[in-house]
């Protein structure tokens, strides 16, 4: 069944534990990620990341997702991954994405607070729960971000004051992950993440965890990622 976000993460987040985001970019993809989650009776969010348009359009990602969701007897997402282009989150929505991540975070403070507002509220008018990024998750290899490759820890502080100032959905925080394969040993700023999950009430999300290990994956949601 094709659902929003808003509650699949609450949910996460009352319970410790994580929804995976699996990232596809075919049919085959998303097939074997949700006969794995119908298999496991888990709930999925499938996501296609806007820089993956030019392997597969929107169109068709949103066709392959909701055909897979109608048939699933559990919960499933369709969420646009790393948004950087309005007009693109706008379409998404219109497409039937029943999640959508704004990525502004190699802005200035000021600049992602603003970006994220505006994406926030029209995606609200269309009941579109948003994830957006404070401080910056860099790549080893690197396979989600083609521009930025280093990676900035969130700061605590802001990551509070990012959360009340834009009414984000859930936010993707910064710890010492990073996106696609690790040229060295993942060092996970366990105390970083307590300490922004300590201030901030909704839920958190981990990028780069194709990687990381499924020992840290799991004390990263024992520690309150949520997604």
Known sequence: MLVSTKDMLMKASRGGYAVPSANFIDYEMAKTFV???????????????ECHMDLLSLEEAANIATFFASKASVDIALHLDHGTDF???KKAISLGFTSVMIDASSESFDRNVAITREVVQYAHLH?????????????GQNFEDHEHNDSVYTDVLEAFRFAELTETDSLAVSIGTAHGTYSGTPKINFDR???IK????????????????????????????SK
């Open 87 to 89: 007009e693109v989150i």
């Open 35 to 49: 006969d794995v989650a119908e298999q496991n009776q888990k709930p999925l969010i499938l996501s296609f990341a």
């Open 198 to 225: 300590s201030v901030v009430n909704i839920p958190l999300v981990l990028h780069g965890g194709s990687s990381t290990g499924d020992a840290n994956l799991a004390r990263c949601a024992q520690l309150g990622i």
């Open 193 to 195: 993440l307590s300490e």
């Open 127 to 139: 009941d579109v729960p948003v994830e957006a990024e404070i401080g910056h998750v860099g790549a």
